[in-house]
């Protein structure tokens, strides 16, 4: 699978300055040269060069429903993990975590594992300490998601309470959650949820980025 930053960096180093922007745009890729009002990626080595993250992307992930109550950490994970290629089983994930029958923790661990397994120092960790999600930490949350998607990293992020997708649908989870975002469209305002708890088959669904923001409140998301 060639990613996005791949194709830019093939087109970057086979095409002559004069007709790089040219080749990029007809590959689908917008280059910038000065401030944007969306989300872009830098390339290392290329400073003059920030191409703009696409509208819209969804990654190809192997989806694995979570076997027990309190295995949506080691499952999310493991959905994030499989985008860039074969993962450990959820046993193997969970052991990593130190999830136990009330969990996993915190989005420090999933930010731990998704690192030291992906062999990266890619993730962070992101906190919405308060009830609600601020404007800026909203858009903090849709700049990190496509960034993350842009580049096929999935995001995982720990959830408490109720939230409704974009058909109306509402999602419950009282006791806490995690769940993996693999993709996004309209640049990133709505994203792409896999859910390992499958209730009643909702194993995907799409979701507005700021109820997920809201939905992640007083906990947070590795990114």
């Not at 000065?34 to 989806?63: I, M």
């Amino acid at each position: 699978m060639t990613t996005l930053v791949q194709r830019v960096r093939w087109l970057t180093a086979t095409t002559p300055p004069t007709t790089r922007r040219a080749a990029l745009a007809v590959a689908g890729l917008a280059v910038i040269g000065g401030s944007v009002a969306g989300p872009a990626l830098t390339l290392g080595g290329q400073a003059d060069l920030r191409v703009a993250a696409p509208p819209a992307r969804e990654l190809t992930v192997e989806y694995q429903a979570q076997p027990n109550f309190y295995y949506c950490g080691p499952a999310a994970t493991r959905i994030a993990l499989t985008a860039q290629g074969p993962a450990p089983s959820q046993d193997e994930i969970a052991n990593q975590l130190g999830t136990t029958v009330n969990g996993t923790d915190s989005a420090e661990d999933t930010t731990r594992v998704l690192n030291s397994v992906g062999d990266t120092d890619f993730y962070r960790t992101r906190s919405i300490p308060e009830q609600v999600a601020t404007p800026a930490e909203t858009d903090r949350l849709r700049s990190d998601v496509t960034r993350a998607v842009a580049t096929d990293h999935p995001v995982v992020v720990n959830v408490i309470g109720t939230a409704t997708d974009t058909t109306g649908a509402p999602h419950s989870y009282d006791g806490g959650h995690y769940l993996t975002v693999v993709g996004y469209r309209d640049d990133g305002r709505t994203v792409k949820i896999a859910d390992p708890a499958d209730v009643n088959g909702a194993s995907s669904y799409w979701m507005s980025t700021t109820n997920l923001a809201n939905w992640a409140a007083t906990r947070g998301y590795s990114g």
